[in-house]
Nanobody, 124 residues
């Protein structure tokens, strides 16, 4: 499975940005797509996830109510709509694919496939 993430950029606090992640290859081998992020000097943390089948979505507490994950199954593409951005959201955002059980959705070890990352910078 190959993942291509794009849509990052430089925005001011309070602005919105939409990331996209296009999956190709054996996409049927994975059930879940996720976004993680890594801020400078910090570890990679879970942001949101969505299952290809059904309507299940999952969010980190830090982004609930501000970010929304969605999908286009026909195009094998997942989106992350980010609203009310804060300087603390500044990070490289990675999309990932895997088939975790529900309780492991937020663990990076659950995802064997990763995109190259796209940088989001939020200025104050």
């Amino acid at each position: 499975v190959q993942l291509q993430a794009y849509g990052g950029g430089l925005v001011q606090a309070g602005a919105s940005l939409k990331l996209s992640c296009a999956a190709s290859g054996r996409t049927s081998s994975t059930r879940t797509m996720a976004w993680f992020r890594q801020a400078p000097g910090k570890g990679r943390e879970f942001v949101a996830a969505i299952r290809w089948s059904g309507s299940g979505t999952y969010y980190a507490d830090s982004v609930k109510g501000r970010f929304a994950i969605s999908k286009d199954n026909a195009k094998h593409t997942v989106f992350l709509q980010m609203n009310s951005l804060k300087p603390g959201d500044t990070a490289v955002y990675y999309c990932a694919a895997g088939s975790p059980i529900v309780s492991a959705t937020g663990y990076r070890e659950s995802y064997p496939y990763w995109g190259q990352g796209t940088l989001v910078t939020v200025s104050s």
